[in-house]
C-alpha cells in the first residue's frame, strides 16, 4: 500500500473486530427473544386458563432471558430499538399487562416491566384483543360477573393509544395497533351489551314462572287489559301477513308467542330469540314489524 493507505489495514482489522462483537451478540441475543416471546405465549394461554400462577412462572422466565438479551447487546446500543428485541419486548409486556388486569391489579408501569415505550404501548394495544377472548369465554362460560370492568379497562387503554400522536418510526408502528384495539372494543362492547340484554330476559322468563303464570314458554300467559289490546294488534298483524304471504297464522307465529312477545317488552329483534322455538329466521324477517306494532300499540292514543 501507499503511504497514505498504509494504515488501511489497520483500521479494517479494527472494524472487523468491531462488527464480530456485535454479530455475536446480536447471534446470542436473537435465540434469547425468541424463547421470550414463547414463554410469553404460554403465560397468555394460562391466563386464558385461569392457571395464573403458571402464567407468572412462564413470566418470570421471560423476564430472566430478556434481561440476559439486554446484557448481551450492552455493548452495542444500535441494537436497543432492534425489531427482535422490540418484539420479545412487546409480547412480555402484553402478558404481563393481561396477567394484571385478568387478577384485578393496576396496570404495570414500562419501567416496572423494563421494556422501552414503544415496546409497552404495543403490548398494551396487543393485552386488548386477549382481553376480548379472555371475556368472550366467561361470556360462554354464563359469566358476564366482570364484563363491565374489562370492557372499561380496554376502553381506557384505547383513550391512552389514541393519544400517543407520533410518528411510527417511534412508536414502532401504533397506529395499525390502535385500529386494531378500534376495531375489537366496538365489537366487544356489541357483544358485551347482547349478553347482558339476553341474560335480563332469561331473568324475566325465570321471574314470570316462579310467580306461577305457568312459564313463558306456555301458551296460558294471564294478559291484563292493557296487554290484551297489545296482543289483539299483534294478531291482526300476524293474520294480515299471513294473508299476504299465503300461509295460516301460525306458521307466522303462534298465539303463545305472542302472549310472551307482550309480556318481554322487546327492544330489539333479537331479544325475540328469548322465546322458544321462534328462531332466527323469523326475528330477522318479522322482528322490525313486530317491534313497530308493539310502539304503535303502547304509544298514547289521541283523543
Keep these: 500500500m501507499s503511504g497514505l493507505t498504509s494504515n488501511l489495514d489497520s483500521i479494517a482489522e479494527q472494524i472487523r473486530l468491531s462488527l464480530s462483537a456485535k454479530d455475536a451478540a446480536r447471534e ?12 410469553s405465549s404460554q403465560a ?26 439486554a446484557q448481551a447487546l450492552a455493548d452495542s446500543p444500535e441494537f436497543v430499538s432492534a425489531g427482535f428485541l422490540r418484539d420479545a419486548g412487546k409480547e412480555y ?41 379472555y371475556l368472550l369465554d366467561s361470556m360462554r362460560g354464563g359469566d358476564l360477573s366482570r364484563g363491565e370492568e374489562l370492557l372499561s379497562a380496554m376502553d381506557d387503554i384505547y383513550n391512552v393509544l389514541v393519544t400517543m400522536d407520533f410518528p411510527d418510526a417511534i412508536t414502532g408502528g401504533l397506529r395499525r395497533t390502535t385500529d386494531m384495539v378500534r ?11 347482547l349478553a347482558i340484554r339476553q ?33 289483539e294488534a299483534l294478531r291482526n298483524w300476524r ?55 308493539l310502539r304503535a300499540s303502547r304509544s298514547p292514543r289521541k283523543a
Design 239 to 293: 293474520n294480515q301477513k299471513a294473508r299476504e304471504e299465503k300461509v295460516t297464522p301460525f306458521v307466522i307465529a303462534h298465539n303463545s308467542w305472542l302472549k310472551q312477545i307482550v309480556k318481554l317488552h322487546p327492544a330489539a329483534p333479537e331479544d325475540l330469540l328469548a322465546i322458544k322455538g321462534f328462531g332466527e329466521k323469523r326475528a330477522g324477517s318479522y322482528g322490525r314489524e313486530i317491534l313497530a306494532v
Design 199 to 231: 341474560e335480563e330476559l332469561e331473568k324475566r322468563l325465570k321471574d314470570f314462572q316462579e310467580r306461577g303464570v305457568r312459564g313463558i314458554q306456555t301458551s296460558e300467559l294471564e294478559l291484563d287489559s292493557g296487554e290484551l289490546a297489545i296482543y
Design 28 to 39: 446470542k441475543a436473537l435465540p434469547l427473544c425468541r424463547e421470550v416471546i414463547r414463554y
Design 44 to 69: 397468555i394461554r394460562a391466563v386464558h386458563r385461569q392457571e395464573f400462577d403458571r402464567g407468572r412462572e412462564s413470566l418470570q422466565s421471560a423476564r430472566g432471558l430478556l434481561d440476559e438479551a
Design 183 to 193: 376495531g375489537v372494543l366496538e365489537r366487544t362492547r356489541s357483544d358485551l351489551t
Design 93 to 133: 409486556a402484553e402478558g404481563s399487562i393481561l396477567l394484571t388486569l385478568v387478577t384485578g391489579k393496576q396496570t404495570p408501569a414500562p419501567a416496572e416491566l423494563h421494556v422501552d415505550s414503544a415496546a409497552y404501548l404495543n403490548g398494551l394495544g396487543e393485552a386488548v384483543g386477549e382481553l376480548r377472548r
